[in-house]
């Protein structure tokens, strides 16, 4: 008994914790969308559309087997956009921040805790990440929600109410790269307003990268405010920023390239015209930003050619930044092993990257996380090949990417899938959200020095 009493205490917290609090977040938010004053019209949901809504906007991805615009009543979208916020800022964020607000201090669990979401990486300055992280996420959403209410009631015609309700509605979703949208089509219907998808791109550029290096580059400022030396980018932030750098105009030229007379040609025209260059310009780029976990889509990717979707598959594998809002094996992941693949290309005996070092064990970290992640969707993607075999390997291996990366984009069969294939989306949905940042974080807690080691074979490679 006392054996079981210490490795629950010593295996459940802190990783475990995060796992089981966004699972506590989506049971409480399917219940709440289950009831009957969450629908439209009146009557309970499905359980499984229910749970499917829940895990999906909790782990903030975006895909839906019913209609947000129509099936869900105010109430029932103003629940789904409480758990995005709920999911995007992290169970134990929230619960650190309450913490905060009612005792003014954290205990070292908690610090535990807020430090295995990724928010902070000094257990000492737990606290001050924790404020750094509501505060900045509540003054972009704020700033894009405002920009985004002027839009739609002066460019769209929509009364001051409606326009505000859907700027917050489609800020809070774009921040937190969850991809929901308040219409049947998500955004293809501004496909020719830059003013509403340039908006919603900044909000999810920002989001995707990171609280890690959106706080890095606070304390950069603040040390500069204060007078005092800043200290270099960590390779966190380097590898983050150049890669989205990187992958950006990557996704863009892809889609571009990819769809220039396919389904860009098909967006934004006025009067049954061609759109024009820069409207299509305009949508290549949102839908090359879109695949780094956001989920928004202004084009329809049903009409992607197989190779473009395939394109798109990668740059939402990648995903986005550590210890945010965005999913996918994370940019760090990948440049770490670009980094030891170079590294092992040049013969190097270190993996060396800006100047500095690369351990082993981060290499195998990255290593383990990649292999899971393949494993988790090469599995999926078997399992609906044969759950749902009227459908074609791209939009199935689209599906189970979009699900395990949190992205939300989709060639629209999700809500004709049979219930046995949704419920594996969401497990993907969960095991993309908590799952790759679990465990990297067990793979780093764990330490073990043995006081001998063996003997070393090489076999064969290739």
């Known amino acids: 008994m006392t054996l079981s009493v210490g490795w629950r205490r010593r295996h459940l917290r802190p990783t475990m914790a995060v796992a089981l609090g966004f699972l506590g977040v989506i049971v409480v938010g399917t219940a709440l969308l289950a009831a009957p004053w969450s629908s439209a019209s009146g009557e309970s949901t499905p359980l499984s559309d229910a749970l499917f809504t829940a895990t999906s906007a909790t782990c903030l991805t975006g895909l839906i087997t019913v209609d947000t615009a129509t099936h869900w009543s105010t109430v029932g979208q103003v629940i789904i956009i409480a758990l995005i916020q709920v999911g995007g800022l992290g169970f134990m964020t929230m619960a650190s921040l309450l913490a905060l607000l009612m005792a003014g201090r954290l205990g ?24 750094a992280t509501v505060l900045f996420t509540l003054v972009i959403e704020a700033l894009v929600a405002a920009f985004l209410t002027v839009r739609f009631h002066v460019g769209h015609g929509y009364g001051w109410g409606r326009a505000a309700w859907e700027g917050v509605f489609h800020a809070i979703s774009g921040f937190n790269n969850a991809g929901f949208a308040l219409y049947t089509d998500n955004v293809i219907g501004f496909a020719a307003d830059a003013w509403v998808l340039l908006p919603l791109a900044f909000a999810l550029m920002i989001g995707g990268i990171g609280f890690p290096v959106l706080l890095e580059g606070a304390r950069r400022v603040r040390a500069r405010y204060d007078g005092r030396p800043r200290r270099r980018w960590s390779l966190t932030a380097r590898f983050t920023l150049i890669g989205t750098a990187i992958l950006v105009p990557a996704g863009m030229l892809m889609v571009a390239l990819g769809e220039w007379t396919g389904a860009l040609a098909q967006v934004g025209g006025v009067d049954g015209r061609e759109p024009t260059t820069p409207v299509r310009l ?79 064990r981060v290499v195998r970290q990255s290593l383990a996380v990649l292999a899971a992640a393949i494993a988790l969707v090469v599995g999926a993607t078997m399992g609906l090949l044969i759950l749902a075999p009227q459908f074609t390997s791209d939009q199935i ?17 999700t809500g004709q899938l049979p219930v046995a294939a949704q419920l594996i989306l969401i497990l993907l949905m969960f095991a993309g959200r908590v799952g790759p940042l679990a465990l990297a974080t067990a793979l780093a807690a764990r330490s073990r020095d043995r006081l001998y080691d063996f003997p070393e074979e090489r076999p064969f490679i290739g």
Do not use: C, Q
Not at 294 to 320: C, E, K, Q, R
């Open 108 to 131: 070292l669990r908690r610090r535990l805790g807020a430090t295995a979401e990724g928010r902070g990486i000094d257990l000492g300055e737990v606290a001050w990440v924790v404020r």
């Open 282 to 360: 305009l949508n290549a780029f949102f839908a090359g930003v879109s695949p780094r976990t956001a989920g928004f889509n202004s084009v329809d990717y049903a009409d992607f050619h197989p190779s473009t979707l395939l394109g798109t598959d990668i740059l939402m594998f990648i995903g986005g930044g550590s210890g945010g809002t965005a999913g996918g094996v994370k940019i760090t992941t990948a440049a770490v092993l670009i980094a030891a693949i170079v590294a092992e290309a040049r013969g190097d005996d270190s993996v060396i990257s800006h100047g500095r070092r690369l351990g082993g």
């Open 397 to 413: 291996l689209f599906e189970v990417t979009s699900a395990f990366a949190t992205v939300g984009l989709s060639t629209g069969i």
